[in-house]
């Protein structure tokens, strides 16, 4: 089976298995109150270059709900892109945690906020009027849900907007690593320096079994991050095995070198599938425009994926995700059948 | 080091960790859309003796709150021991997933509710009136949080006053497999049977690694449990390492066999510690007066565990969880130097 | 002063005010045991033809979400007009009291719900998906935020819309009695015969001091509303004299009256302003594109008014809003000094 | 009939109804931007000698709970009174708008809170868990529920134990004018002076219609609370109909004129039935034991009032509340019969 479905249909990265067998020796404090947990600050301080407050949770949906609750007051606003994930695939999660604040959808080229759409919205909010929810925060995906990358400068300008209109700017970084995979640059460059505030960063998209990690790049931002943990059910008592996935997760690099493969397969597919993207092949996500009887060829022939929009002149939008799992073959039998046509 | 703080210090069994590293082969869908959780309705149903519905969380809490708010409107009062997890250990968990029902602690020997103050506690409510939240769960932890043990019948009586007032019926089963082991009953005869409409049923502090299951007695009652799973951040995509888990716990009688190591390794210790003790030693749970002395010198000989209540008239009532991993030298060498006072 | 800025600016009706000092007489149970209060079962089941349920509350922004919260579980989503005042003017009620639910705005022309619009919006729901809310109630206002009225057959075909998806269908009806004094229908048709499930009926935009009424058409929907009413703090103690404002407003068909004058008003306008409307002038708002210099020599003259967007090639969009109280010499005045452009 | 069931019970004292009146002419901005609005912050300023800020409400629930939840985080802890208002009678709102926070109730005699045992709950938290609640908040109030009346060195000697662990101080102060006319001393020695943080300052209950006041001493403690007011529909639009009751109240002394009233029949009745009283009789209520067989005749006699505890041993506990409306000859003739004995 080829499966393109998403990164998350695939397994634990061998390290990260392997690294959770070893955390199983003796006892350990539970809660969070273990060795390997508390070696994460450390860990998230070299690869930042700066002192953080970071967090082990085990979903995204967590990850995201959590920060913003942190950042944002019941009757906040947050600007997002139209197609992000915390707006169109989480149930509602942000709005529960937040006690009703709410998330405004924007519509970005290539699946990305740009720094006219945010100051357009914000114009249309009555700023400082009891009876209208108050922009408080700006959420972005990176790699975005369109599989595209923003550009520490692009970060940088939208950061600008958002510190002049007092919001907090979060990152949802499910696919961090291959965004930065991606662009080469560090992880300072991608996140604090370009002005970010709070990062979900994601390990279970690329190879973890259950991991994901909130930083507030200004420690005192995290507030009362961890009572919010514990209240909504997300303190694992046997932490030190989430924490050992984040330790293996950033230990040599594996966690570039699992986000430079699925990268790599995209870019594959993306050339194959040239003249019919729908969008730029820039991480491990490809959207592309296939003739209806291709994508049905493709699935009998064991591929899976998701159409992203229903079919249309004939065509139909597919969603194609690589992982670090992805093996050269699944490319190399996808693009046989799909460049028949 | 003899680390008696807690049974969720303590690793993962054996057989669960080989689980999780064959759960890795190969793709599968994500969200819980796998084959093995698909197979954790009939492994249930098979346990349970009729048709269930199961869902996998990774903590207690979240299985507890997410279950309690399920069962129970805003403007409810769920009725719990004062002892209970769910009243004193997770930071308000169920008043939030609930949007404000109130929990309401009664006293009860031996660690557990009896249907006299039960009922007391209904009588001072006024049931229909508006002004006051209104009692509509009754919530009960077997092993209780004494290490005590409710036995079928003493369930019943509490399911009888329940269901007269209208209350459902939930199970805190973080340490259901102690219960039932101590019991030798069957587990329906421990729930459902008995008047459980719902239970936490608890895998971790037995040796899983992060896996609970909720199951409703009547899957009707689940209603939207699936919507507030999600909302609440706790539907994990790579389920089927939770479900594996769930699987290995159940597979060949494991979870039994542990909890038997578990409430032995107690009953040894109960033994030795007789006249000390606070509650009967019936599951995995010791409680125990020791001179503040005799303490001390556990402590420095690398005993781990909790003073329960301050120290008073020279004695400090500690608390000694045993599990799976319990070892007889453990036991062995906490006695010998507890005994020598 | 000529004040057009809301029909909530104007006081309270006499006969309204004379009743709510007759209400003093004596003393009365509190919270709605009173006798005023339980008359207005029977005044409503009069009013609308059948038996209904109906609850006071003070504002508007409470009944809506109130009703809301009573019809949509918190993994809801609520579709209604984009200018509706739930999704601009409430400040996020409606997603607090339903625990997270979710508000979709929809366009629509003449400020009003098409069918087309919301048949296009559910198709984009992925039905059954816990991953997405789910469209649970469709809410729209009448008369609309943008003055203009919907039509029994407009109502019904939303509703077949919203019935064949399952969805509440609940009316804003904060300026109800200027939509049905401007249709000339009973109360029943405008309703229940056309589908709304419930309907929060304004009161105090037309000549009541502070008094609303949820009403459910089918008793049974109202399930846990007085709960909710009494824990958002809702449940007014000496609620007799909310009572008295909506007996006063009904008796003798005051509302009517009442809501005929503020129509008339705005009619005169409309006439007055003829070309200039953005929108059919139909209840008693009126929408008007103004020269800047026009809408500055009027407030010169006294005349206050909403600017509702920003100015552009020199002209202005106005909301002028009447009420019962607008005398002829104030909308003559208005109109001599507009209309010397 | 003779109506000692509430305070609440009576209608608007005769200067506050003529205020409405008044407040009726011509057009004013709504949603509290009026003049009469405006001028509260100066009378209450006046009032408390200091600047505070100062929100109207029509109800003491919300001022209550919008109150907390403004002091209080979703893992607060609020120490209270186990008869408290926001405990028992609130069906949960406090839990509510904090999202989640919990009331903790302690015993204490006369139905008021002392130090120690306020000292004794604090003990019992874990501070700095996670896992549990965090207190953050003290609640009293006074005059209490049972009629008697807290002085200012004793609110001092709370704020002490208070300040000392970090909670802020709020008083329910729904019959504070009687508290304050009992005493004799000035509004700030009751309050801020003695270490009040806020105040839920009641008038419905003491001859207003529906008008409460959210008094915040510190004004920068006040955060957020207009879009909290906002958020849960309490923001009244035709707000100068409230503001002008809260001006009547306190316009030539009123408020404390229409206590001394109250608390003077209440002394009658508490003179009259010495001996049988349940708490010594310092505001306006009364709690008296009488022979079931005199609360029955009393009742036929017209008289109405509520039985605070079941029968026992023959006697009842009864509750008897006065207010400004509370006539001689109501007292006199409840004295005659109950006086028969």
């Known amino acids: 089976v080829v499966n393109f479905t998403s990164d998350n249909c695939h397994g634990v990265s061998g390290p990260i298995l392997d690294a959770i067998a070893r955390a199983n020796a003796g006892s350990a404090a539970s ?18 270059e700066r002192e953080v407050a970071v967090y082990p949770v085990i979903t995204g949906s967590a990850a995201n709900a959590l920060a913003l609750s942190t950042l944002v007051p019941p009757h906040g606003a947050i600007l997002c892109h139209e197609a992000s994930h915390i707006l169109t695939d989480e149930c509602g999660a942000v709005e529960m945690f937040t006690h009703g604040a709410r998330l405004v959808g924007l519509p970005g080229r290539e699946g990305k906020l740009w720094p006219d759409a945010v100051e357009a919205a914000l114009a249309r909010f009555e700023k400082g009027s ?3 929810a108050q922009p408080a925060a700006l959420g972005i995906t990176n790699a975005s ?3 595209t990358v923003y550009r520490p400068h692009e970060i940088a300008a939208l950061s600008k907007v958002a510190k002049a209109n007092g919001l907090a700017l979060h990152m949802d970084g499910a696919r961090f690593a291959n965004a930065l995979a991606a662009l080469g640059c560090s992880a300072s460059e991608l996140t604090w320096r370009a002005g970010i505030d709070a990062l979900s960063f994601g390990a279970t998209k690329n190879g973890a079994m259950a991991a994901e990690a909130v930083v507030f790049f200004d420690p005192h931002a995290a507030r009362d991050f961890e009572y919010r943990r514990k209240k909504a059910g997300h303190l694992i008592s046997k932490m030190r095995f989430v924490s050992a996935q984040l330790e293996a997760y950033l230990e040599g690099g594996l966690w570039l070198d699992n986000a430079r493969i699925a990268n790599a397969q995209a870019a594959k597919l993306g050339r194959a599938l040239q003249g019919r993207l729908a969008f730029p092949v820039e991480a491990n996500e490809v959207f592309a425009r296939l003739p209806v009887a291709t994508a049905a060829r493709l699935r009998e022939a064991g591929a899976r994926f998701y159409d992203w929009t229903p079919p249309k002149d004939g065509d139909v939008l597919v969603r194609l995700v690589t992982s670090f799992a992805t093996r050269d073959a699944d490319v190399a039998r996808f693009v046989e059948i799909a460049g028949t046509e």
Chains 1, 2, 3, 4 share one sequence.
């Not at 809660?31 to 860990?43: E, M, N, Q, V």
């Open 145 to 147: 849900e369109m599989g």
């Open 130 to 132: 009891v009876h209208h």
């Open 31 to 48: 809660y969070g109150d273990d060795a390997a947990t508390a070696g994460l600050a450390s860990r998230f301080a070299a690869l930042f």
